[in-house]
């Protein structure tokens, strides 16, 4: 069906989907025990107390890196559970948000499914490009 899509010229965007149980718990917690960042960053979880001016940094550091951005009430933990971390320089100013490739996802135990989904949208209306990566 995607390949159909395409085909009508319609931009098209895939999400897979990834779950894990206690097994992949224990090999995020492995992961992050040996890792350590470097001593000018720091990591934090965005939540309700963030402030809108840093959820807003890091809505534009996605877009920055042609990444469309969720919603600040999803980055948040409002809107849906789940979280969202932003790493941060010594000035406060964010230079990355979590985000995993599926080798990662795979190395903490965390397999694929058969859920998947797309968002179809015209192509004209963005230009020609992807809105996401």
């Given at each position: ?11 098209t ?17 492995k ?103």
């Amino acid at each position: 069906m995607l390949a159909r899509l395409e085909e009508r010229g319609l931009a098209t965007d895939r999400h897979e989907h990834f779950r894990g149980g206690e097994a992949a718990l224990a090999a995020s917690r492995k992961a992050r025990e040996d890792f350590a960042l470097p001593a000018d960053l720091s990591v934090s979880a965005i939540d309700a107390s963030t402030p809108r001016e840093l959820v807003r940094e890091v809505a534009e550091l996605c877009q920055s890196c042609d990444v469309m951005p969720v919603p600040g009430s999803i980055m948040r933990g409002q809107a849906r559970e789940g979280i969202c971390l932003v790493a941060t320089d010594r000035n406060g100013r964010p230079v990355a948000t979590a985000s995993s490739s599926r080798a990662l996802c795979n190395k903490l135990g965390v397999s694929a499914t058969d859920w998947i989904y797309a968002a179809c949208i015209d192509k004209e209306m963005f230009g020609g490009s992807s809105i996401t990566k």
